[in-house]
């Protein structure tokens, strides 16, 4: 057993190599997740996210002038329900944009991860596992390792879900404060909802959005706890000590 343990031990020659080759991995999954995500980042703000920062300032222009069929009282309150949706909806803009960011970031590093494995499993196949060098072999099971970490990253924390219900958020938030917007500009006659709605008075309208506040007064964060106990990294492990 002693002679074992010897023989697979690995020297410091091999000890010095596989730290490097960890810490090479490590660093080109950093960098990469950081140039991808701070990428996609601006992407989102500049392209997705302009328009509506844009549409929020001309609304908020017409939420800020006095109506003359609403009194001084109502006002106020539309504008701080307003300015109250707009607060949270900000909430999940950040949340949504930092969910799917990250999402880019971990997809955008499992397929370099994944590409790098294929290369390797390759030049394995061609040579044979028992030809191929240790620091090769250590280098495949390393890539291996991240890759089943970044799909792990994946199913624990449900970026992608979280993206998708932050933006419904988003988006309810959104259609509350059109609902303040139509009955301020229009008189309190007609609103742009799914079916037209008509308020006898400011008051019931006031109600109205305080329900649907109290509706939406929620955030949203998903993890998937069972996926952590499908981790094993026992395939990848056994073959870290193959000769």
Same mark, same amino acid.
């Given at each position: ?27 080109? *999954? ?6 991808? #995500? ?28 006095? #109506? ?5 009282? /109502?006002?106020?309150?539309?504008? *701080? ?8 909806? +900000?909430?999940?803009?950040? /949340? ?6 990250? #999402? ?5 590093? =499992? ?19 028992? !030809?191929?060098?240790?620091?090769? /072999? ?17 199913? @624990?924390?449900?970026?992608?879900? !979280?993206?998708?219900?932050?933006? /419904? ?6 259609? @509350?404060?059109? +609902? ?6 229009? =008189? ?10 008509? #308020? ?7 109600? *109205?959005? !305080? ?22 990294? +026992?395939?990848?492990? =056994? ?5």
């Amino acid at each position: 057993m002693a002679a074992k343990l010897i023989i697979w031990w690995p020297t410091l020659n091999q000890l010095v190599k596989q730290a490097i080759i960890i810490a090479v991995c490590i660093s080109l *999954n950093v960098v990469c997740f950081f140039t991808i #995500y701070t990428a996609a980042e601006h992407r989102a703000e500049a392209e997705y996210l302009k328009p509506f920062q844009q549409a929020d300032s001309l609304m908020e222009l017409e939420i800020r002038q006095q #109506y003359p069929h609403l009194s001084s009282f /109502r006002t106020q309150i539309f504008q *701080n329900q307003y300015f109250f949706l707009q607060n949270k909806k +900000d909430f999940f803009k950040m /949340r949504l944009v930092r969910f799917y960011v990250a #999402y880019i970031g971990v997809v955008g590093c =499992s397929l370099i991860m994944t590409l790098m494995l294929a290369g390797l499993l390759a030049f394995i196949a061609n040579r044979g596992w028992a !030809n191929t060098g240790q620091s090769t /072999r250590f280098l495949f099971v390393t890539v291996a390792l991240f890759t089943t970490l970044h799909a792990s990253i994946l199913a @624990v924390f449900n970026l992608e879900e !979280n993206a998708t219900n932050n933006l /419904r958020l988003f988006n309810d938030h959104k259609g @509350v404060q059109i +609902d303040i917007y139509d009955y301020m500009t229009t =008189s309190g006659r007609l609103m742009a909802t799914d079916s037209v709605k008509v #308020y006898a008075n400011a008051d019931s309208m006031i109600h *109205n959005v !305080n329900q649907q506040i109290k509706a939406l007064n929620r955030v949203f964060y998903s993890i998937n706890q069972s996926s952590i106990n499908e981790i094993s990294l +026992d395939p990848y492990l =056994s073959k870290a000590g193959a000769k």
